[in-house]
């Protein structure tokens, strides 16, 4: 037995979905769909909404192979072919994506594995052309892709998300918005009178600091406590506005040299905020403020808050946070899920460890900030190991009751000829 599988946002489901299961019905013998639960999308609809539409939609077109499986509905695509497997153990599998879903493929979790258990079908997609490069770094890794022969209308979520169109949906759907009250923001009108002035913006940076804590195996943000309205006294990420003629960078900068002291510490931007009413100072003043937020991690053991009874400052565990001010839990959560990302294809967990750590040690880092189920340590270690990239010291060091373990360095000049290849550490 043929299966597809078939995983999408589903944010809502529009006729486009609906053309694609059409089309995918008649070429295989069942197609399973569901409504992914995917870490690296934000502002999405809650994933109850999402499936309960995606299984209106599946009753709506009526064809008995198209199959509607929550189940299968999981943060890592590993996961979800596990799953399918034990349901259908002789059936063979087939892996539809997007063609804008295809650049990140080889960065997901434990790749090679995946594409060995499955074929890829490659569905092409409006504005998102294939890259031949893109699908010889695939081939080269073991992968099956077929490109399909189909181009379905130009229809999508986001597009109604952003309008408010309905016109691309079907009917069962609009009537379930309907019914649920989802998408409040879309029953205003998105037409901006013209005689309206230009927005006065207030430009501020938040900072996303992490840390690990290896002896607790605790992930750790920096959070601090705010001196002045709005929320006086409640927890929030370090920031600051923007000074005339400062440049963004040099005002994360600022902030940061007046809340810690680290080593080598290394800012990468991360992403703008700026919905209109995010801070209530909008509702008194002429203006807008913006949030352009920054992303970093630093080494628990070196690190030095500037902590004192006027200005708090602590690291808080991901699991155990406060309420945060304004909308500074979205922020953190997106500067967590890229957390998670750079720690997947990226070398910044070497930023974290000491020089000289055990695989032991690694893997207690990886495990800490993606679930120990990412990954055995057994299977982790041979991955690892086979890059080529961790230098043995030829030392090593006694822990407990085990046996000495080896210890390894970064070696920056082997990694030097991988960092622009597409790959996955683990």
Not at 25 to 54: I, Y
Not at 158 to 183: C, F, K, M, V, W
Not at 222 to 241: D, E, K, N, S
Request: some cysteine; proline content about 7%; aromatic content about 10%.
């Amino acid at each position: 037995m043929n299966i597809a599988l078939f995983g999408t946002s589903a944010d809502p489901p529009t006729i486009g979905h609906q053309v694609v299961l059409e089309w995918l019905a008649q070429r295989f013998d069942r197609v399973a769909v569901w409504a992914s639960d995917n870490p690296f999308k934000g502002n999405q609809t809650p994933l109850e909404h999402r499936q309960q539409m995606l299984r209106c939609l599946v009753d709506h077109v009526q064809l008995p192979q198209i199959q509607h499986d929550p189940r299968l509905s999981d943060p890592r695509t590993l996961n979800t072919v596990n799953t399918a497997r034990q349901r259908w153990p002789s059936a063979q599998f087939t892996l539809v994506v997007g063609s804008d879903v295809l650049p990140t493929l080889l960065h997901w979790h434990r790749v090679e594995e995946l594409l060995n258990l499955v074929e890829i079908l490659v569905l092409p997609r409006s504005g998102a052309p294939l890259i031949e490069a893109t699908l010889q770094a695939l081939r080269s890794q073991g992968a099956k892709v077929a490109i399909a022969n189909f181009l379905g209308p130009d229809i999508s979520s986001s597009a109604y998300r952003n309008t408010g169109n309905a016109a691309g949906l079907p009917e069962t759907i609009s009537t379930y918005i309907q019914a649920h009250d989802l998408y409040p923001q879309l029953t205003e009108s998105h037409e901006t009178p013209a005689d309206l002035p230009l927005a006065g913006f207030n430009v501020g940076v938040d900072n996303v600091i992490f840390s690990v804590d290896t002896s607790r195996n605790q992930l750790l943000v920096l959070l601090a406590v705010r001196q002045t309205p709005p929320y006086a006294g409640q927890w929030a990420l370090p920031g600051t506005l923007v000074r005339q003629g400062e440049a963004l960078e040099d005002a994360a900068y600022r902030i940061l040299a007046e809340k810690i002291r680290a080593q080598n510490l290394y800012l990468e931007q991360l992403y703008t905020f700026g919905g209109p009413n995010r801070d209530p100072r909008e509702a008194t003043e002429n203006a807008r403020y913006l949030s352009v937020s920054y992303f970093a991690v630093v080494r628990y053991e070196e690190a030095l808050l500037m902590s004192d009874e006027c200005h708090l400052l602590s690291w808080h565990p991901m699991g155990q946070l406060p309420s945060l001010a304004f909308d500074h839990a979205q922020i953190l959560d997106y500067g967590h899920r890229r957390l998670c990302n750079k720690l997947e294809y990226s070398p910044i967990a070497f930023d974290v460890l000491p020089d000289q750590f055990t695989l032991g040690d690694l893997y207690h880092l990886y495990s800490t900030v993606l679930g120990e189920q990412f990954s055995d340590y057994s299977n982790f270690r041979a991955r690892i190991l086979k890059l080529g990239f961790l230098s043995a010291t030829g030392q090593k060091v006694g822990r407990g009751a085990g046996r000495p373990a080896s210890l390894y360095r970064f070696n920056a000049e082997a990694f030097a000829p991988l960092k622009d290849k597409p790959m996955v550490f683990i």
